[in-house]
């Protein structure tokens, strides 16, 4: 952007529930369409372009990720992010900015991603109970799931764990951390079922990538797939996609971390 050279990162978070994902689309409400309604009446002009740094599908929330702002001038209006959020919706929030140098790429140095996705199991909650979790009837072998999500861990080819497309054609990622843990500060009064949580991080991620990785989990849990099928899906990555994506709702970008 370099006919806008001051350069600003915002960390943003947001319930994607009512939203068709990050990127602008004509016709329908997405988060960076009401960011920028919102920055252009702050800002009393449309003279500046953002950029996000990871683009969330429909449906998936953020905890704390980022876009930049990029200004022919420099930003001097006092009390901006909370003039900002006055005319942002009450589901979208900015959390802090700061000045960076027209030399920060906020994609290419991104460090690490890192996702959290909220599974439901047992019988059908109330569904105000948890809106960012998604549900899976019967109950799983929490063990075998935590077996399984070390798979995910170091270098693999995820062809299987993504949605091919003409995008990419290496589909080589890293994953630094992954676990499935059981939730047990979950209220679950309401009925019999748990809460349970599966997190990965890594330095990115293929499209769809943590929604196949959390539905083929929940299918190893639950007994509709091997853990042979898992390991063999890893190490041979010719085929169709391993699992049925899980649902948007339960997927939640919590963090991205750059170098600066």
């Given at each position: 952007?370099?006919?806008?050279?001051?350069?600003?990162?915002?960390?943003?978070?947001?319930?994607?529930?009512?939203?068709?994902?990050?990127?602008?689309?004509?016709?329908?409400?997405?988060?960076?369409?009401?960011?920028?309604?919102?920055?252009?009446?702050?800002?009393?002009?449309?003279?500046?372009?953002?950029?996000?740094a990871?683009?969330?599908?429909?449906?998936?929330?953020?905890?704390?990720?980022?876009?930049?702002?990029?200004?022919?001038?420099?930003?001097?209006?006092?009390?901006?992010?909370?003039?900002?959020?006055?005319?942002?919706?009450?589901?979208?929030?900015?959390?802090?900015m700061?000045?960076?140098?027209?030399?920060?790429?906020i994609?290419?140095?991104?460090?690490?991603?890192?996702?959290?996705?909220?599974?439901?199991f047992?019988e059908?909650?109330?569904?105000?109970?948890n809106?960012?979790?998604?549900?899976?009837?019967?109950?799983?072998?929490?063990?075998?799931?935590?077996?399984?999500?070390?798979?995910?861990?170091?270098?693999?080819?995820?062809?299987?764990?993504?949605?091919?497309?003409?995008?990419?054609?290496?589909?080589?990622?890293?994953?630094?951390?992954?676990?499935?843990?059981?939730?047990?500060?979950?209220?679950?009064?309401?009925?019999?079922?748990i809460?349970?949580?599966?997190?990965?991080?890594g330095?990115?991620?293929?499209?769809?990538?943590?929604?196949?990785?959390?539905g083929?989990?929940?299918?190893?849990?639950?007994?509709?797939?091997?853990?042979?099928?898992?390991?063999?899906?890893?190490?041979?990555?010719?085929?169709?996609?391993?699992a049925?994506?899980a649902?948007?709702?339960?997927?939640?970008?919590?963090?991205v971390?750059?170098?600066?």
């Amino acid at each position: 952007m370099q006919n806008r050279p001051y350069t600003y990162l915002f960390y943003i978070q947001y319930l994607g529930l009512r939203y068709s994902g990050w990127q602008r689309q004509k016709g329908v409400k997405t988060i960076q369409g009401s960011l920028e309604r919102g920055l252009r009446f702050v800002l009393g002009h449309e003279d500046f372009n953002i950029l996000g740094a990871s683009r969330t599908d429909s449906g998936v929330s953020c905890r704390e990720g980022a876009f930049e702002l990029f200004l022919k001038e420099a930003l001097l209006i006092p009390d901006f992010i909370q003039k900002v959020n006055q005319n942002l919706p009450t589901d979208i929030r900015i959390i802090r900015m700061q000045p960076v140098s027209p030399s920060f790429n906020i994609i290419q140095d991104v460090v690490s991603k890192s996702y959290t996705y909220n599974f439901l199991f047992g019988e059908k909650p109330d569904p105000f109970q948890n809106p960012v979790a998604a549900f899976f009837p019967g109950y799983p072998d929490l063990q075998l799931m935590q077996k399984g999500v070390k798979l995910f861990q170091g270098k693999h080819d995820f062809k299987r764990f993504c949605s091919v497309d003409k995008v990419t054609e290496n589909y080589i990622r890293e994953i630094y951390s992954s676990e499935v843990i059981l939730d047990k500060s979950f209220d679950h009064e309401e009925g019999p079922y748990i809460k349970v949580i599966f997190r990965v991080s890594g330095k990115g991620f293929l499209r769809y990538q943590v929604r196949i990785m959390a539905g083929a989990l929940a299918d190893l849990g639950l007994g509709r797939l091997g853990f042979s099928e898992l390991e063999e899906s890893l190490r041979v990555p010719e085929g169709k996609p391993l699992a049925i994506a899980a649902p948007a709702c339960g997927l939640t970008l919590d963090q991205v971390n750059f170098s600066f």
